[in-house]
């Protein structure tokens, strides 16, 4: 008997991803959204609310959104905000 599996495409994957990262940035009045997931593997995102502006915005975006998406989503070659 075949097995029906849905395969999950990479924006699919990623949003499954930044759901998992999205309660820690709303607990401190922040949020992000995917704004686009290029054919090479980018993501573009932008930081909302309180994560704008944030000093510490680009660590939040590299050890914490990246490094999630990076190991959850190995298609994933980078992570960039945009405005």
Do not use: F, W, Y
């Amino acid at each position: 008997m075949a097995e029906e599996t849905k395969e999950l495409s990479l924006k699919e994957k990623v949003e499954a991803s930044l759901a998992k990262v999205r309660p820690s940035l709303v607990a401190d009045g922040g949020n992000v959204e995917l704004v686009e997931v290029t054919e090479e593997g980018v993501v573009k995102v932008r930081l909302q609310g309180a994560c704008r502006g944030c000093p510490m915005a680009q660590l939040t975006l590299a050890m914490g959104i990246g490094r999630v998406l990076r190991e959850e989503v190995p298609e994933v070659s980078d992570v960039e905000a945009v405005n």
